[in-house]
């Protein structure tokens, strides 16, 4: 294992790469608000970050990621477009896994650019390639932006599109939705009373509680207008499960995704969007012939980022974590900018692991 | 040497587990005064007993301090991470029974399994701008429950007793708790939910597996395992 001293050595240089690339310097505080933090990912940050607190402050986490405190920074008092680099420890509770290090430095570089996303995705990812060309490393890349599109352009109500697009990073649970929106899960006896009941309060014996009884007569009548929306047919879902199957090199990638698209003309955007993110890598001179692209890739670890999504991965040692990962996060910037968007991509190195890396065999 | 078995230092679960080891022809007694917590084996050779909360009975046996313990399987998997590691069950002892339920209004007719709790925890984020709150002492059992069933847009408040008292007072809006028979949900208008049965718990004998041993504190633990049966 490297020496503390020996990872930030490498985190200074690898931060020093990124300035001169054209990067700010951002020092974001070890300790962030928890409120922000656990408003933004919920209870499961705090299954994984350390939490503290003060009797005066409250809540505090000590930082599991730079990302929130760097977009908060941008907000606040940022011109556009900006790029920001930092390097610094984070903060994970690793109480199921005790191999994996609970500490540990990350060097990250962040792009604010609204003029031209494919061209600042492609940027991103080739600053991180160029960074980790001495090392056996073997890159993906996804886009969640395609599945996105997908549930957008299904035929159904708005009910059921916002209900599939709020579980889109949780893949089982999304299956399960796609399931019972497609007929094959049969109706609960209690929700065919409930539905049947003229008066469903009638065994009732006592209100109270903050949800009020006009918020559960109109989830009854939400349930009531769902079981007369049609269920899926086949050839939905089917698209649904052949783009989530799509793993293959960009450029044959894009070709299943363009036969696709004849019966599912929502993602063609996503297409595009994908093609010229593909140009701009070409010109950035990443080689797209062997770049390998899944759409369900970025799923299930990295829930801020919503569309390019990337990471790089030492396949000789597959027990190790990503070396580095990274992706676009327009939808955290319009959560913690009270509505204000500003289009962002970035990605994080992980120095401790490129040093051991060049000690293992 | 002696080996060391720590066992709740009050109330029924304490009476019980005096009568289970009696029942084996293991007698644990209390010594000195009610308020005293020192005690006695009798029956068996070389083994010591401690008395202590049952709360602090996972982390006793984790860092092998204590040989033996009995505690309830919720304080263990809630405690203890790696559990499966750090502690192993011998006997499970047929008290102390307990289930980890989530409870919500009895006047959410229209709730009944975690994805209409999903479903609401989304319908009342939107309409509040906070979180859904479930008030429980069991963090890492609930948060890993409803993680695994895809429940979102939920917060867990801390609450260490009269839990289900927090719906009323509106500092939660439901809660994960322990439960026995259920009266005290109903008394306080709280409704399990029909596919929220995180865990069923009961008074348990552990082993830690961390605990150094000597040769004759081996024999002697062989010795009192072979007279539990």
């Known amino acids: ?361 | 040497m002696t080996i060391k078995l720590g066992v709740p230092s009050k109330g029924r679960l304490m009476e019980k587990t005096f009568e289970w080891f009696a029942d084996r022809g293991v007698v644990l007694s209390r010594t000195g005064s009610d308020r005293e917590y020192a005690g006695r084996v009798d029956g068996v050779a070389d083994v010591s007993l401690v008395l202590l909360s049952a709360g602090e009975v996972p982390r006793e046996l984790a860092e092998g301090r204590l040989h033996l313990g009995v505690t309830g399987t919720d304080l263990i998997r809630e405690k203890l991470p790696l559990w499966g590691q750090q502690v192993a069950s011998i006997h499970e002892m047929g008290f102390g029974h307990a289930d980890l339920i989530l409870a919500v209004p009895q006047s959410w007719v229209d709730v009944d399994t975690l994805e209409d709790l999903d479903a609401v925890a989304a319908q009342f984020r939107a309409t509040h701008n906070h979180r859904l709150r479930i008030a429980t002492k069991y963090h890492r059992l609930v948060r890993d429950a409803l993680r695994d069933a895809g429940v979102a847009d939920y917060a867990l408040v801390d609450s260490q007793g009269a839990t289900e008292g927090t719906v009323a007072n509106e500092t939660a809006e439901a809660i994960a708790d322990i439960t026995s028979s259920g009266e005290t949900l109903r008394a306080n208008h709280l409704k399990i939910l029909s596919d929220a049965l995180i865990l069923q718990s009961q008074a348990t004998l552990w082993h830690s597996q961390t605990a150094p041993m000597t040769a004759n504190e081996a024999a002697a633990l062989d010795a009192l395992l072979a007279k539990l049966g």
């Open chain 1, 1 to 361: 294992m490297p020496t503390r001293s020996e990872t930030n050595a490498k985190a200074l240089e690898l931060r020093r790469r990124f300035e001169q690339a054209g990067a700010t310097l951002v020092e974001p505080p070890l300790l962030q608000p928890a409120e922000t933090l656990l408003d933004l990912y919920g209870e499961d940050i705090r299954g994984r970050a350390y939490v503290t607190s003060d009797a005066l402050r409250g809540e505090q986490m000590l930082r599991p990621d730079f990302t929130v405190p760097v977009v908060q920074m941008h907000m606040a008092e940022g011109a556009e477009p900006a790029r920001y680099t930092y390097a610094g420890e984070v903060f994970r509770r690793q109480e199921d896994h005790p191999d994996r290090p609970n500490e540990y430095v990350q060097v990250g570089y962040e792009v604010f650019d609204r003029t031209n996303p494919a061209v600042a995705d492609a940027g991103v990812f080739a600053l991180m390639e160029q960074a980790l060309s001495p090392y056996d490393v073997t890159p993906m890349t996804g886009d969640i932006g395609l599945l996105k599109a997908a549930v957008v352009g299904l035929d159904t109500s708005d009910a059921r599109r916002a209900a599939l697009m709020r579980h889109i990073w949780r893949p089982k649970k999304f299956r399960a939705l796609l399931d019972r929106f497609a007929g094959k899960t049969p109706m609960s006896d209690a929700r065919a009373v409930l539905l049947a009941a003229t008066d469903p309060f009638a065994e009732v014996s006592a209100f109270g509680g903050k949800r009020s009884t006009s918020e559960i007569e109109q989830r009854i009548a939400a349930l009531k207008a769902d079981t007369k929306t049609p269920p899926f047919d086949d050839d939905a879902l089917r698209g649904i499960d052949q783009l989530l199957a799509i793993s293959a090199v960009l450029p044959e990638a894009l070709k299943q995704l363009h036969d696709l698209s004849r019966d599912m003309p929502s993602i063609t955007v996503a297409i595009a969007g994908l093609k010229a993110r593909m140009d701009a890598l070409q010109s950035h001179g990443v080689q797209v012939d062997s770049l390998m692209f899944e759409t369900s890739y970025g799923r299930t670890s990295m829930e801020y980022y919503d569309g390019f999504v990337f990471g790089f991965y030492a396949q000789q040692h597959a027990d190790m974590p990503a070396i580095a990962t990274g992706g676009r996060y327009d939808a955290l910037t319009q959560r913690l900018g009270d509505g204000q968007t500003i289009p962002a991509v970035g990605g994080v190195l992980r120095p401790g692991l490129m040093l051991e890396l060049e000690t293992r065999p």
